[in-house]
């Protein structure tokens, strides 16, 4: 099944049982380009993502990855893929860099080490390389899990609800991660749940809904399908996002004047003498926005 896209899919079809899941689901995927499968919880994202990755075998239809069919060819198309499953599937007894480097043993490369000091580098893990995987935050499993699937530089990576359970920060690294990727050439497939994780990285979205893409284009494209937007005057609030960043730090290591302001406001402790008017200037411990 010869094809220019990385990803071909057509007419698909899955059921488990009774459950009709995919009725038959079609679309295409360019090469080096970032494609997002949205849906509901259990729509099918991971079905499709099981079948394209060889994980599970379609009931009718046809899909081919890399040019390979994934029913005839399946050993071609493990070979020319990666996956980042939905769940982290890391090691936990072992560290952050000791997972990194098995993986790039099994993967026969060169220098497993400087493989993994670099993914570590590349992904903010280096403080914790050492460190055993049963003591990292969620955040950082799913970092370091990502990581393991870049080794070998497959040309497609599917990343099955890449950021779900991530806090803020954590996102947008991730994001960074799967932007760069792209940019080097990788095919990206992933799947979410979070519509701003598909217009921050998309360059096409496709909805999955009752067991077919109802909607496949691109963010441009998808916003065309509603009338035009009416133009009103709304007051911009700061999101909780922007107020944890500001206060956090994008990545974690900035200075954090605005928690220490909020510190330094909290009233002292009451003891009986301080809690006299005259001796207790009014505590401001609330912020405003305007
Ligand atoms: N092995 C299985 N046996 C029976 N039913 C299954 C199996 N795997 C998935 N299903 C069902 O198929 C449907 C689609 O599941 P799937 O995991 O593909 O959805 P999803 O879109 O990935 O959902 P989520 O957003 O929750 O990850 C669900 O109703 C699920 O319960
Ligand atoms: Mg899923």
């Not at 099981?50 to 239809?61: F, P, R």
Request: avoid cysteine.
């Amino acid at each position: 099944m010869a094809t220019d896209a990385a990803i071909s899919v057509r007419d698909l079809q899955k059921s488990y049982k009774a459950l009709h899941v995919l009725r038959g689901v079609d679309f295409d995927v360019a090469r080096g380009s970032i494609f997002a499968l949205l849906g509901s919880n259990g729509a099918g994202k991971t079905t499709v993502v099981n079948i394209l990755s060889t994980l599970l075998k379609g009931d009718a239809g046809t899909a081919s990855v890399n040019g390979f069919d994934v029913a005839t060819e399946a050993a071609h198309v493990r070979e020319s893929i990666s996956l980042t499953g939905q769940f982290a599937a890391v090691d936990e007894i072992l560290s952050g860099r000791e997972n990194l480097v098995l993986v790039a043993r099994l993967r026969h490369l060169k220098n497993p080490g400087s493989v993994a000091d670099d993914l570590l580098d590349r992904f903010s893990l280096t403080e914790a390389a050492g460190r055993k995987v049963s003591t990292y935050s969620g955040g950082m499993r799913r970092r370091l899990d990502i990581a393991m699937s870049l080794i070998g530089n497959p040309p497609l990576i599917f990343l099955d609800e890449p950021t779900t359970g991530l806090d803020p920060e954590a996102r947008i690294e991730v994001w960074q991660a799967i932007k760069e990727l792209a940019r080097s050439g990788t095919t990206v497939l992933l799947t979410t749940q979070y519509l701003d994780e598909a217009e921050q990285l998309a360059d096409r979205i496709a909805i999955l809904h009752e067991g077919r893409i109802i909607v496949n284009g691109s963010l441009a494209e998808l916003k065309q399908l509603l009338p035009p937007v009416e133009v009103e005057y709304v007051e911009k609030q700061p999101t909780l996002e922007d107020v944890f960043l500001a206060l956090v730090g994008r990545n974690g290591k900035d200075a954090k004047p605005a928690m220490a302001t909020v510190a330094a406001q909290t009233p002292p402790a009451q003891t009986p003498s301080a809690q006299t008017p005259s001796a207790t200037p009014p505590a401001q411990t609330t912020k405003e926005f305007r």
